[in-house]
């Protein structure tokens, strides 16, 4: 009997993890969170703020500048009944809009928010449930007596992950990068909440081609794997847009062979994504359920800046495929034994094949 490859396997992407590892608030300044390098062959420490010094002139640093929308409402059920609404996605489609008033979105209790259900919101209007679709997971239309994008601003909260358990302010403003800009995102992209103006200022002065593009980061990025194999998950779709200038440096690095680096995990897999569904980086809005997995090849990302990613998630299988499960494993178990801390707030990697 042959045995079964261990890279397809998502008990193979288990670990341990203290639970004080796990950071709750963003250190301050930003770029004083430390990174591990996993390049050359070996494993290195450093801090955010030394990043400059592992890249070099002529590189391509692509950004996600999505922005996080206040996704987490609270209402009630006419009972009186307390209700949380996490919205996921405009009905209609993967892709941002401010004005629409269908939603899909995870509601809490679900079991008593079936269809013709209604959820109130003091003030504001209130939203009817019009179709139920996987558990937890709702179709909401709106009715309300300000416009939507007022009502998030009013009624919303970032919804910060849930092993972050305090909602402080601090927090909330962790929470967004210091070039978000477009809105549409559930999540943030983590891994850049590193960046401060002044450390993106000294690489572009040292010659980092900075460009960006715009992911709307969905809870699918952040969905457990729970099949047995890996190749059975099924990942759910993200929109993106890539800008005409983004698509052109990135093609032009690739010919002329300089680097290409991801700041993230979703701009991997915007770029891979096109990549896979066009044969190059097409601008213009796209959307893509690429599961990126060993034995994936990749087309476009030489290095790439990640944060640590959770057990058992499709965040952890990609990493493992760009740089090699084992490889990968020994470092996260030298980041837990040397305190480094772990997930959205907490310290980063910088990897190479």
Same mark, same amino acid.
């Given at each position: 009997?042959?045995?079964? #490859?261990?890279?397809?396997?998502?008990? !193979?992407?288990?670990?341990?993890?203290? @639970?004080?590892?796990?950071?709750?608030?963003? $250190?301050?300044?930003?770029?004083?969170?430390?990174?591990?390098?996993?390049? +050359?062959?070996?494993?290195?420490?450093?801090?955010?703020?030394?990043?400059?010094?592992?890249?070099?002139?002529?590189?391509?640093?692509?950004?996600? *500048?999505?922005?996080?929308?206040?996704? /987490?409402?609270?209402?009630?059920?006419?009972?009186?009944?307390?209700?949380?609404?996490?919205?996921?996605?405009?009905?209609?489609?993967?892709?941002?809009? @401010?004005?629409?008033?269908?939603?899909?979105?995870?509601?809490?209790?679900?079991?008593?928010?079936?269809?013709?259900?209604?959820?109130?919101?003091?003030?504001?209007?209130?939203?009817?449930?019009?179709?139920?679709?996987?558990?937890?997971?709702? +179709?909401?239309?709106?009715?309300?007596?300000? %416009?939507?994008?007022?009502?998030?601003?009013?009624?919303?909260?970032?919804?910060? %992950? @849930?092993?972050?358990? &305090? *909602?402080?302010?601090?927090?909330?403003?962790?929470?967004?990068?210091?070039?978000?800009?477009? %809105?549409? =995102?559930?999540?943030?992209?983590?891994?850049?909440?590193?960046?401060?103006?002044?450390?993106?200022?000294?690489?572009?002065?040292?010659?980092?081609?900075? $460009?960006?593009?715009?992911?709307? $980061?969905?809870?699918?990025?952040?969905?457990?794997?729970?099949?047995?194999?890996?190749?059975?998950?099924?990942?759910? !779709?993200? =929109?993106?847009?890539? @800008?005409?200038?983004?698509?052109?440096?990135? +093609?032009?690095?690739?010919? &002329?062979? /300089?680097?290409?680096?991801?700041?993230?995990?979703?701009?991997?897999?915007?770029?891979?994504? !096109?990549?896979?569904?066009?044969?190059?980086?097409?601008?213009?809005?796209? +959307?893509? #359920?690429?599961?990126?997995?060993?034995?994936?090849?990749?087309?476009?990302? *030489?290095?790439?800046?990640?944060?640590?990613?959770?057990?058992?998630?499709?965040?952890?299988?990609? $990493?493992?495929?760009?740089?090699? /499960?084992?490889?990968?494993?020994?470092?996260?178990? #030298?980041?837990?034994?040397?305190?480094?801390?772990?997930?959205?707030?907490?310290?980063?990697?910088?990897?190479? %094949?």
């Amino acid at each position: 009997m042959i045995a079964a #490859d261990p890279t397809q396997l998502t008990a !193979s992407y288990n670990f341990d993890l203290p @639970p004080e590892l796990i950071a709750q608030r963003p $250190v301050e300044p930003r770029d004083s969170a430390r990174l591990l390098t996993l390049i +050359e062959g070996g494993i290195g420490h450093a801090t955010f703020a030394d990043l400059p010094s592992y890249l070099r002139e002529g590189d391509v640093l692509v950004v996600n *500048d999505t922005r996080v929308i206040a996704a /987490r409402i609270a209402g009630r059920r006419p009972s009186g009944g307390r209700v949380e609404i996490l919205l996921l996605r405009p009905a209609a489609g993967a892709r941002y809009d @401010p004005n629409a008033l269908r939603w899909v979105a995870m509601v809490k209790p679900a079991r008593r928010l079936k269809a013709g259900a209604r959820i109130e919101f003091n003030g504001f209007g209130a939203a009817d449930v019009v179709r139920e679709e996987d558990e937890g997971v709702r +179709e909401l239309e709106f009715t309300l007596e300000v %416009p939507f994008e007022t009502f998030l601003q009013r009624a919303g909260r970032l919804p910060l %992950p @849930p092993y972050v358990r &305090e *909602d402080s302010e601090a927090a909330q403003r962790g929470y967004q990068t210091v070039f978000a800009r477009e %809105p549409g =995102s559930v999540a943030a992209p983590t891994a850049s909440l590193h960046f401060t103006k002044e450390l993106l200022e000294r690489l572009e002065r040292d010659g980092v081609r900075l $460009v960006r593009l715009n992911l709307n $980061v969905g809870l699918g990025t952040f969905k457990p794997m729970q099949t047995q194999r890996i190749g059975d998950h099924r990942m759910h !779709s993200e =929109s993106f847009f890539v @800008p005409e200038t983004t698509a052109a440096e990135v +093609e032009a690095a690739k010919r &002329e062979g /300089r680097r290409v680096i991801a700041a993230g995990t979703t701009v991997v897999r915007a770029l891979e994504g !096109s990549a896979v569904k066009h044969g190059t980086v097409r601008p213009g809005f796209d +959307e893509t #359920d690429l599961f990126i997995r060993p034995g994936y090849r990749f087309a476009y990302i *030489d290095a790439m800046i990640t944060n640590f990613h959770l057990p058992r998630s499709t965040l952890l299988a990609l $990493v493992c495929a760009f740089a090699g /499960r084992e490889r990968i494993m020994r470092a996260y178990h #030298d980041a837990i034994e040397r305190r480094y801390r772990f997930f959205s707030f907490g310290d980063a990697m910088l990897i190479e %094949p």
